[in-house]
């Protein structure tokens, strides 16, 4: 069998290269054409010409496209396509808005939030439904939305703590209603009264802890403790602490006392607080010579020292010095 094979001569060679060259040339004119024309297209669908706006019930159209801040001639681009979306989920007005563009019509399709019909609280035994509802952002006949339900039901939360029930839980729930309404549902969980389980004192010297818990109000969890609230946390009650340390120092003589901090801490693991009071008893000080003095003459004020006279050479007791002034003033009152 014989087979014969062609080999192209140098001028076939030549001209087989300047052909393939020109088909070449010609594809990449005809292709920057096309990529020139293609880029005309686009450019035209990405000016806003048209727009068009669905799924509105309550909600004007053109008051969509004013708080979209959109008009025709519009450049469309990503950055104006999140421009619009943002500005529209800022208004509170809507659960889910979508947008697109095709062939220079630009297409918005939103989902409104629900009016609400209703605001239902289950579980409050402790504070009143009238109280609750006072403190929160949602209204019947205003619009819902999943922020303001998040930020009530953590003000919920924050006022049954205020109260002492750091258990407390909240869910919020939905009822679907016609006419896009929706009854909204507080359940609560109060949970227990949070419980003081330990008080101690920093920076006590003079006075031991168990002299100082004796001077406040508030006391440590105990069993027997089932007919007062004492052991019961109170934010209130501690600041009264505080007034109550106050006064204990000022009339054992300590007048620069200050309490300079109260601090409830949640037990980990538990719903109850451990409490403490840092405190500065600063120097104590003793009265020598007490002087009294009138700007009114006639007054003879030697026959008055025989009241306080005894507390010369004593701790300064804020609760003495208050009682003879009392006396003063009623004895000046009575001579006149």
Known sequence: MLIAKWVPSND???????????????????FNVFHEDDGNVQAF?????????????????????????????????????????????????????QVALQEGILTIVVQENPLINRVIFEGNNRIEAGDLERELQLKPRLVFTRTKVQQDTQRLIDIYRLSGRFGVKVEPQLVMLEQNRVDLIFVIDEGALSK??????????????????????????AFWRFLTSDDTYDP??????????????????????????TVA???????????TFTIDEGERYKLNEITLKSAIENIKLDKLTYLFKELEGEWYNARSISKVIDSLVSKLGADG
């Open 196 to 221: 003081v389980s330990k008080i101690s004192f920093l920076g006590n010297e003079k006075f031991s802890d168990s002299v100082l818990l004796d001077v406040i109000q508030s006391k440590e969890d």
């Open 12 to 30: 076939m060679k030549s001209i087989i290269k300047i052909v393939s060259l020109g088909f070449l040339i010609l594809f990449i004119d005809f």
């Open 45 to 97: 669908e990405r000016v806003i010409s048209e727009i068009v706006v669905e799924g509105t019930k309550r909600v004007d159209p053109q008051t969509v496209i004013s708080f979209g801040q959109i008009q025709l001639g519009d450049q469309f681009n990503e950055s104006k396509l999140n421009e619009i979306i943002k500005n529209l989920f800022n208004t509170g007005l809507f659960a889910d808005v």
């Open 236 to 261: 209130d009650r501690l600041n009264f602490d505080g007034e109550l340390l106050r006064r204990f120092y000022l009339n054992r003589g300590f007048i620069d006392f200050k309490v300079i901090s």
């Open 265 to 275: 801490e949640l037990i980990p693991g538990q719903a109850n607080f451990a409490v």
